[in-house]
């Protein structure tokens, strides 16, 4: 996947199925936390999250919908302060088993090729701060494990009947 975040071009390749693993089990805790006010983070979602072509969550064959990171932007920036918070709570070492897999499949464009953002623990890039980070982050993470992370209910779901 490629995007732009405030002038420079990145490219993230999805994380391996081990790496997944280890995210979703640091991450969804923090997702509870922070998905807890669910009617606020939805009303920010665009009617266009989706790609052209890929709106149906249920298509055809079972392919997944491709969700368009640039639409939902306006969530993820009004989303990212409150996940820095919960972030804070989180040990070192967790922090780091969430946020190192998701830098280490970034690369940016520079010059005529592609480098990688994230080497042996340590940022290549000084003018990448806390925010941008968090961005990178959260836009793998969506597109890693966008599939395993349950969507976001459309219609409200009807009641149990009573047993």
Not at 48 to 70: C, S
Not at 84 to 91: E, N, P
Not at 97 to 108: D, E, G, N, Q
Request: proline share 7%; net charge negative.
């Amino acid at each position: 996947m490629e995007f732009q975040i405030k002038g420079h071009s990145y490219r993230a390749e999805k994380l391996s199925v081990f790496d997944q693993l280890k995210v979703s089990r640091k991450l969804l805790p923090v997702l509870a936390s922070v998905l807890s006010d669910l009617g606020s983070i939805r009303a920010l979602l665009p009617a266009e999250m989706f790609l052209a072509g890929t709106d149906n969550p249920e298509q055809e064959g079972g392919a997944q919908p491709r969700i368009n990171l640039d639409a939902i932007s306006p969530a993820l920036e009004k989303m990212l302060p409150r996940i820095a918070d919960v972030l804070s709570g989180l040990s070192e070492e967790d922090t780091n088993a969430i946020i190192h897999p998701c830098l280490a499949v970034v690369s940016r464009q520079h010059m005529k090729g592609w480098t990688p953002i994230f080497t042996s623990g340590q940022l290549m890039f000084d003018d990448i701060d806390l925010f941008i980070m968090l961005g990178l982050v959260a836009r793998v993470v969506a597109d890693s494990l966008g599939n395993f992370l349950p969507a976001l209910p459309t219609i409200p779901t009807a009641d149990l009947p009573a047993a």
